[in-house]
Nanobody, 118 residues
Framework: QVHLVESGGGLVQAGGSLRLSCAAS????????MGWFRQVPGKEREFVAS????????YYGNSVKGRFTISRDNAKNTVVLQINSLQPEDTAVYYC???????????WGQGTQVTVSS
């Protein structure tokens, strides 16, 4: 079992930045691929970014490339999503997820709200 807790969301003006963090506990964090997703009410959950266990691979959704950066610290069991140049369309609940790869995402956090005002 892996327990994930997101933090860092909030209200920010367009053009601003936020740093979302996900703290993991439970099984060996470094075994897992970590990812961020977001969801707006009434819409499907959208892939934002993912990072491999050793940070050698980082992948981003098309809508966030160049503005979002994912990183992880296996010693601290954390994964961070740095969000720059926020736009109102980035408003969503952001979720952290963990998976072993190939079998989807096994664990999810409760989410943190990001609201961008124009």
């Amino acid at each position: 079992q892996v327990h994930l807790v997101e933090s860092g969301g909030g209200l920010v003006q367009a053009g601003g930045s936020l740093r979302l963090s996900c703290a993991a506990s439970g099984r060996t964090f470094s075994n897992y691929i970590m990812g961020w997703f977001r969801q707006v009410p009434g819409k499907e959950r959208e892939f934002v970014a993912s990072i491999t266990w050793n940070s050698s691979g980082r992948y981003y959704g098309n809508s966030v490339k160049g503005r979002f950066t994912i990183s992880r610290d296996n010693a601290k069991n954390t994964v961070v999503l740095q969000i720059n140049s926020l736009q109102p369309e980035d408003t969503a609940v952001y979720y952290c997820a963990a998976g072993l790869g190939g079998s989807g995402w096994d664990y999810w956090g409760q989410g943190t709200q990001v609201t961008v005002s124009s």
